[in-house]
Nanobody
Framework: QAQLVESGGGLVQAGGSLRLSCASS??????MGWFRQAPGKEREFVAA????????NYADSVKGRFTISRDYAKNLMYLQMNSLKPEDTAVYYC??????????????WGQGTQVTVSA
C-alpha cells in the first residue's frame, strides 16, 4: 500500500493561509483525503478527492475555506487552507484509502503535520 508523508504545517495567525502537501509512494488510484485530530478529540474528516480529481467532498466546517487537489505528475495531494480559524488547529493527516459513510480513512497513516492557528 501507499506510504504517505505530510508536510506544510506550521503556525499562522487567524485569517491566514497554509498549503499542506501529501507525498505518496507510487501511483495512487484510490480516493484520497485529509483528516485532522485536535487535542483530546478523535480524528475527523476534512476533505476528500476522487483519484481523477473530478469529485470532492468537504466537512461542513471547512466548506468555502479549504480546497483539496491532486498533482498527478508529482504524485502529490494538497490541501489549500484559507481564512484559517483557531478551531482549525490540529494535526493533519492524509489518507490514500478513503470511503464509507460517514467518510472514513483506512490505513496506513503518515506522521501528520501540525497546524496551529493563533487568535
Amino acid at each position: 500500500q501507499a506510504q504517505l508523508v505530510e508536510s506544510g504545517g506550521g503556525l499562522v495567525q487567524a485569517g491566514g493561509s497554509l498549503r499542506l502537501s501529501c507525498a505518496s509512494s507510487g501511483r495512487t488510484l484510490s480516493r484520497m483525503g485529509w483528516f485532522r485530530q485536535a487535542p483530546g478529540k478523535e480524528r475527523e474528516f476534512v476533505a476528500a478527492i476522487s483519484w481523477s480529481g473530478g469529485s470532492t467532498n468537504y466537512a461542513d466546517s471547512v466548506k468555502g475555506r479549504f480546497t483539496i487537489s491532486r498533482d498527478y505528475a508529482k504524485n502529490l495531494m494538497y490541501l489549500q487552507m484559507n481564512s484559517l480559524k483557531p478551531e482549525d488547529t490540529a494535526v493533519y493527516y492524509c489518507n490514500a484509502n478513503v470511503g464509507g459513510s460517514p467518510i472514513t480513512g483506512f490505513g496506513p497513516w503518515g506522521q501528520g503535520t501540525q497546524v496551529t492557528v493563533s487568535a
